[in-house]
């Protein structure tokens, strides 16, 4: 009796939802990508979501993105994360508040490291998101800070995405009242930055 009641439900219900089979690609970031100040539905990783439908890409999209997370943070929710999911494609954006907190530049590099090694250990294509500081950090800082993402992404062999809101200064009306955040307005164009580095691992990953 409870074997043919397990058939039934298998026949009626398949094996589990249709969204399990599909390649998941998550997010792991900050307020960049938490839609901070705008609804959820505005932000760029839920544009993201409507462009691989319209592109015909499988993935589902997962944005574990947190506003004011740190990579201390990140690192720490990384591992429930990734056995939770099962990313295919680990999208990494973070280290802004890093710097903004002033933290050593070498313990960010540690906890992004850790991170990049985390996700290709569980099987993901990993990029990393290039951060850049306001100008009043001083030079000797901001350079070292940035320069990290290029010698992980180098030292990794992983993909550099560019500075998501570059070029946003130049545009007032793109940026929210605390002169950091971009606005709603200003997502289609975070999206247009992000997807010429993104869209490979998509191909790369779309028949698993």
């Given at each position: 009796m409870r074997k043919r009641f397990?058939?039934?439900?298998?026949?009626?219900?398949?094996?589990?939802?249709?969204?399990?089979d599909r390649p998941v690609l998550m997010v792991l970031g900050d307020s960049l990508s938490a839609s901070y100040g705008m609804p959820t539905e505005a932000g760029w990783v839920a544009l993201l979501e409507e462009r691989l439908q319209e592109q015909g890409y499988p993935h589902r999209v997962v944005n574990a993105s947190i506003s004011g997370d740190t990579t201390a943070g990140g690192l720490a929710r990384l591992p429930?994360?990734?056995?939770?999911?099962?990313?295919?494609?680990?999208?990494?954006?973070?280290?802004?508040n890093d710097g903004l907190r002033g933290i050593p530049p070498q313990e960010t590099e540690r906890n992004l490291a850790r991170m990049i090694e985390l996700g290709r250990t569980a099987g993901a294509e990993v990029l990393l998101a290039e951060i850049r500081l306001p100008p009043?950090?001083?030079?000797a800082f901001s350079e070292r800070f940035e320069a990290m993402f290029r010698d992980l992404t180098a030292e990794h062999s992983i993909a550099l995405v560019p500075f998501i809101p570059d070029d946003l200064d130049e545009h007032a009306e793109l940026v929210q009242d605390d002169g950091i955040h971009p606005t709603a307005q200003a997502q289609p164009l975070l999206l247009d930055k992000v997807w010429p580095v993104l869209e490979p691992s998509l191909r790369a990953t779309a028949d698993r």
């Amino acid at each position: 009796m409870r074997k043919r009641f397990l058939l039934v439900l298998l026949l009626l219900f398949g094996t589990g939802p249709a969204w399990a089979d599909r390649p998941v690609l998550m997010v792991l970031g900050d307020s960049l990508s938490a839609s901070y100040g705008m609804p959820t539905e505005a932000g760029w990783v839920a544009l993201l979501e409507e462009r691989l439908q319209e592109q015909g890409y499988p993935h589902r999209v997962v944005n574990a993105s947190i506003s004011g997370d740190t990579t201390a943070g990140g690192l720490a929710r990384l591992p429930r994360a990734l056995e939770r999911h099962q990313p295919d494609v680990l999208f990494i954006e973070l280290g802004g508040n890093d710097g903004l907190r002033g933290i050593p530049p070498q313990e960010t590099e540690r906890n992004l490291a850790r991170m990049i090694e985390l996700g290709r250990t569980a099987g993901a294509e990993v990029l990393l998101a290039e951060i850049r500081l306001p100008p009043n950090y001083g030079a000797a800082f901001s350079e070292r800070f940035e320069a990290m993402f290029r010698d992980l992404t180098a030292e990794h062999s992983i993909a550099l995405v560019p500075f998501i809101p570059d070029d946003l200064d130049e545009h007032a009306e793109l940026v929210q009242d605390d002169g950091i955040h971009p606005t709603a307005q200003a997502q289609p164009l975070l999206l247009d930055k992000v997807w010429p580095v993104l869209e490979p691992s998509l191909r790369a990953t779309a028949d698993r």
